[in-house]
């Protein structure tokens, strides 16, 4: 072979292409698994915008298209359902997608038509959701000559079922295997989905916004790609008593960095100075008693104590310790639940309590991680519903919310932020008594989540009730220390946000002031929410492999992301107060932050102003937002 005779695709097809006027070629780098970039449906979509006839109503001529991949399977299959998706559009879809739908079974859900979990909170979530669904059915059935991409995820879910004793394949676990496919072609047929969402609205407007600014303003679709594995929310608590899984207790020493336990029974207790806002680790009965105690005595002297659980992750109480479940193999981790509510991670508490009851011995668990697990015989389990219920049922003025925020995730969603406002900004003694209600957050350790939180809280009621000496400009504190302006939070995708907002540097220096009122009372915990962001990040010039420099970095965007929302909320505030905050956030979000380009921004964070030769990418929104969480072991069923 000569060196003339060898060329690039993009060469051989370009030359096609110059002989045949009306041809076009696109290079389409499609994820070997899982859904493909926004970008790439851009650049398809952009391409198919050159064919004038594909938007003429009075033409009947239809484009040809042909996708070429390795095998010619798995991708193309893809590529030719979402081609004739787009046809269909033009054309309209086959008599079959028109068909009456039928009722859906949550209870015995029909897994060979599509139906599982993640796809019908998806159907339920968008208009006609469903009648989307049996439109890309349809066309699924008509380019499954190499393979249907719905039965294959069936396939591999009767595979993953007939496993019974795990063995390795391609070096890895055969149910790891099994799943992690199952899962990428669910997550192809719920993109189809979204896409045909688009498509309704956006052909006859001939793709004018493009498919990736689209997703922007529909982030609770990143969020739901983010939830496609539900299979942890199927496994049995059979676990921990056949000791496959062990419990292991929430408090242990060393947690207790602030000393709060011999006054108040609980690890790290501290208030916001000057606001009725408290944060704690996870509480016990006799934690939560002295608490209810501790806050209607007289040093405190509250009118009404509310307790905000944020925990997602399962708790079970045994003889006043709590614990939960973790792998033996990854015990200081907690074991995600993706995308579970509140009334389904009770009733799952609730089967984890009736099993271990229903055991009747002694049961290994671990006090402390470090320390060798111990066998015990509970005499007293019972879930933290039930703990607060027995509080509540004592104490009409004690309110308990159970409001679950996964842990290791950028931040407090918008439905927790709109929930905690909710029970916030209407509560009465706000204004009616001095000292206000209680407000008490909890995570496990009281660190992550309950600092976000208690962030929230306390602009709420600093809106409610007025702004403290110290948020306007001149009266904060100058801060002389190297990279100050990190410090200060000033990276430059904040401050391109800051100054798209209605009197943003007031906003933003308004959260500040609350971020160091929160880190005042914990400064040992070492975790002053705006801080944390630029410690974290330069913790990556010494870690020691590129797996710990990239979760380094993963969680110093987090940690951004949470900075953001804290500036948008406070914004969001700010325009709303004279509705009473009427609007929710989440709906905020989506009309005003999408007019200011709040989503543009969480889709583009960066460090590029410390990271001089960009090494690193920069982080979307489902990069962050549809992470899957490290995964242990398979332990439960597709669902």
Not at 362 to 371: K, N, R, S
Request: charged share 25%.
């Amino acid at each position: 072979m000569y060196e003339e005779d060898m060329h690039t695709c993009q060469e051989i097809y370009s030359i096609y292409a110059m002989m045949a006027t009306n041809g076009r070629y696109l290079r389409m780098p499609l994820r070997s698994e899982g859904a493909p970039d926004e970008k790439v449906i851009d650049q398809f979509l952009f391409t198919l915008k050159e064919v004038p006839s594909l938007f003429d109503h009075e033409n009947t001529s239809l484009p040809t298209m042909a996708f070429i991949g390795y095998a010619g399977v798995y991708r193309t299959t893809f590529a030719m359902v979402l081609g004739t998706l787009v046809l269909a559009h033009k054309k309209g879809f086959p008599e079959e997608a028109y068909q009456s739908l039928q009722a859906i079974d949550d209870d015995h859900p029909d897994l060979q038509k599509g139906e599982f979990a993640v796809v019908l909170k998806l159907c339920r979530m968008i208009p006609d959701g469903f009648q989307l669904k049996q439109e890309v059915d349809v066309l699924i059935n008509k380019c499954d000559k190499m393979g249907n991409i719905r039965k294959q995820i069936t396939e591999y879910k009767d595979q993953l079922d007939s496993i019974k004793e795990d063995y390795i394949i391609l070096g890895h676990s055969a149910k790891d295997y099994f799943l992690k496919r199952a899962v990428k072609h669910l997550e192809r047929y719920c993109y189809l989905i979204m896409l045909n969402y688009y498509l309704h609205q956006q052909f006859s407007k001939m793709f004018s916004q493009p498919f990736s600014v689209w997703m922007q303003h529909h982030p609770e679709l990143y969020r739901l790609l983010g939830e496609v594995d539900k299979s942890e929310l199927t496994a049995s608590p059979k676990l921990i008593t056949n000791e496959t899984r062990f419990l292991v207790a929430d408090d242990y020493l060393g947690l207790d960095v602030l000393s709060s336990q011999r006054e108040v029974k609980v690890s790290n207790f501290r208030r916001v100075p000057g606001l009725p806002v408290y944060g704690m680790s996870q509480p016990s009965t006799e934690g939560m008693a002295k608490l209810i105690q501790l806050m209607e005595s007289r040093k405190h002297n509250h009118s009404s104590v509310h307790s905000f659980n944020l925990r997602a992750e399962l708790i079970i109480e045994c003889d006043n310790c709590t614990y939960t479940p973790r792998e033996l193999s990854h015990l200081g981790e907690n074991i995600i639940l993706p995308g579970i509510d509140r009334v389904t991670l009770e009733k799952v508490e609730k089967e984890m309590k009736e099993e271990l009851l229903k055991a009747e011995k002694q049961l290994q668990v671990y006090q402390d991680v470090t320390e060798p697990r111990q066998s015990l015989q509970f005499e007293n389990v019972c879930t933290v519903q039930e703990v607060a219920a027995e509080q509540m049922k004592q104490n009409g003025n004690f309110h308990y919310h159970r409001l679950p925020v996964p842990d290791l995730k950028a931040g407090l969603m918008e439905n927790v932020i709109d929930d905690i406002l909710g029970i916030i900004k209407d509560l009465d003694d706000i204004y009616t008594d001095e000292d206000g209600p209680a407000l008490v957050f909890n995570c496990q350790s009281g660190k992550g989540r309950t600092t976000n939180a208690m962030a929230i809280a306390g602009l709420i009621i600093w809106h409610k009730k007025g702004f403290p000496v110290g948020v306007k400009l001149g009266e904060q504190e100058r801060i002389s220390v190297p990279h100050a302006e990190y410090t200060k939070g000033e990276f430059s995708v904040v401050m391109q946000l800051v100054r798209r907002l209605p009197w943003g540097t007031q906003v933003k220096r308004e959260v500040d002031l609350m971020l160091d009122k929160c880190s005042e009372t914990m400064t040992p915990m070492h975790h002053h929410l705006r801080e944390v962001i630029f410690s974290t990040y330069n913790k990556i010039k010494v870690a020691k492999t590129d797996a710990d420099a990239e979760s380094l970095r993963q969680m110093s965007l987090d940690y951004l992301e949470r900075y953001i929302y804290l500036i948008l909320f406070n914004c969001y505030m700010h325009l709303e107060r004279c509705h009473n905050w009427e609007k929710n956030f989440t709906t905020w979000m989506k009309d005003t932050g999408r007019k200011i380009g709040a989503y543009e921004v969480l889709d583009n964070l960066h460090f590029h102003d410390l990271d001089s030769d960009e090494k690193y990418p920069v982080s979307t929104i489902r990069d962050r937002w549809s992470r899957k969480p490290l995964r242990h072991y398979f332990r439960g069923a597709m669902m």
